[in-house]
């Protein structure tokens, strides 16, 4: 029921800036968390930022300083601002929501992940 469609990726160069955007949709009583993970060919999926309901945010080290993220709650959104991208940071970058739903007369809270946006930085 809950769906989340990213946007904003593409083909950039080392030291440009891309804005990535997430809009979840659906069946969504409160979104708890949003954040977005990359993973790269041949490696693990990792965090590189989450921003929680009251705004509080944390990111990886590898991107401190250069990465920002943000949301919009009135629009589900989250959107990762990258600054100064490095090739090794190209990556499928997928958005993540915990989100507490109504189903069956209960709140649920779940994690849904987008598709994927390719992001690839060329040297």
């Known amino acids: 029921q809950v769906r989340l469609v990213e946007s904003g990726g593409g083909l950039v160069q080392a030291g440009g800036s891309l804005r990535l955007s997430c809009v979840a949709s659906?069946?969504?009583?409160?979104?708890?968390?949003m954040g977005w993970y990359r993973q790269a060919p041949g490696k693990q999926r990792e965090l590189v930022a989450v921003?929680?309901?009251?705004?509080?945010?944390r990111y990886a080290d590898s991107v401190k300083g250069r990465f920002t993220i943000s949301s919009d709650n009135a629009k589900n959104t989250v959107y990762l601002q990258m600054n100064s991208l490095k090739p090794e940071e190209t990556a499928v970058y997928y958005c993540?929501?915990?989100?507490?739903?109504?189903?069956?007369?209960?709140?649920?809270?779940?994690?849904?992940w987008g598709q994927g946006t390719q992001v690839t930085v060329s040297s």
């Open positions: 993540n929501i915990e989100a507490t739903s109504f189903s069956d007369g209960a709140y649920y809270a779940r994690e849904y």
């Open positions: 659906g069946s969504i009583t409160r979104i708890n968390h």
């Open positions: 921003i929680t309901s009251i705004g509080s945010t």
